[in-house]
């Protein structure tokens, strides 16, 4: 069982962001735990915003191949603020534990698998969002590293869903019903869970 709110031992994080990033790293992870900390009584829809502006202003985007020299390599938060750049599912997995750590509940957010409309082509691109959901069928705000704006999915035309999942399940398209267990079907977020324990994170 995952609790409703995760925590993250900074001390930890901080200590390991020093050790294996420097001194510099170290005061963007303090950036981070301030806005934790200074976001965390704030409206859900405020923390949103929030959130996806920091990771907007703290990180660049690039791709694993440039980046890990690897085709598809899901980073933690300590491995993407330390470096201060990322793909899509690193901007994504950073959004989402802020989130959690914010007490926002697992059930209102969702990693999301999708294909991205290549601008000015019919050629689509493996690509990953995060999905906030207010209520359980509401329609999903989508926090993307693509664009800054925060949009609700129907204003996302160029994004279809393949599947989602966190801590708790994983769905197809856009089903309400869990199809399995994500840390069984999925490796990468099992080493994300696992990797990040290690660094701090307490789920």
């Not at 900390?37 to 202003?57: D, G, H, Y």
């Not at 603020?81 to 994504?92: F, I, K, P, Q, V």
């Not at 409309?117 to 989508?142: D, E, S």
Request: charge should be positive.
């Amino acid at each position: 069982m995952f609790a409703s709110r995760l925590t993250i031992q900074f001390n930890t994080f901080i200590e390991l962001m020093g050790q294996k990033y420097g001194p510099a790293r170290v005061t963007v992870a303090r950036n981070w735990q301030r806005m934790l900390v200074q976001t965390q009584n704030k409206p859900e829809q405020q923390q949103i915003l929030i959130v996806n502006n920091f990771f907007a202003r703290n990180l660049r985007y690039q791709t694993d191949i440039q980046l890990w020299k690897q085709n598809d390599y899901w980073a933690t938060p300590l491995e993407t603020l330390g470096r201060g750049l990322g793909d899509c599912e690193d901007y994504a997995i950073a959004k989402y534990i802020s989130l959690r750590a914010l007490g926002v509940s697992d059930d209102k957010l969702r990693l999301i698998y999708v294909k991205a409309k290549l601008a000015g082509t019919n050629k689509t691109q493996a690509h990953m969002v995060l999905g906030y959901f207010a209520t359980p069928n509401a329609q999903p705000l989508i926090l993307d590293s693509l664009i800054t704006k925060v949009l609700p999915a129907a204003k996302r035309v160029d994004l279809s869903p393949v599947f989602s999942f966190n801590s708790q399940g994983l769905w197809a398209n856009n089903s309400t019903k869990s199809v399995a267990s994500p840390t069984a079907r999925l490796s990468r977020w099992r080493k994300i869970l696992e990797q990040t324990s290690q660094e701090g994170v307490m789920w």
